[in-house]
């Protein structure tokens, strides 16, 4: 089972006690913005087999949305950090690379 750590109130959480939000660190596109651009953030996501971020809710606990750094492949979480974060912390990033040396980033 997928164990998360919210970084907000320190619960470690079993995914029943959480609701997925999809893929982390979107560009939204609403509207005035183009229809290939408003198409592309709605259907088109990444579905990567490896290192993949993504936003959850501690929907059982504290209710706040964070986000995670996990292998979708063997469901290994590499930590956790805030929601607002624009991109995924240095020392976070560094700890993947260092149990994945292949990994190149995000793309």
């Known amino acids: 089972m997928l164990t998360l750590t919210c970084p907000y109130c320190g619960v470690k959480a079993e995914e029943t006690e959480l609701a997925p939000g999809g893929e982390a660190h979107l560009k939204r596109f609403g509207a005035g913005s183009s229809d290939a651009d408003y198409e592309a953030y709605m259907f088109a996501r990444k579905n990567p087999k490896g290192v993949h971020f993504e936003r959850w809710r501690h929907a059982y606990g504290c209710g706040k949305w964070f986000l995670a750094a996990r292998d ?15 991109e995924p912390p240095a020392e976070l990033v560094a700890a993947i690379k260092a149990r994945r040396p292949g990994w190149e980033g995000r793309k």
């Not at 979708?72 to 624009?86: C, R």
């Open 72 to 86: 979708t492949a063997t469901l290994e979480v590499f930590g956790t950090y805030p929601a607002q974060s624009k």
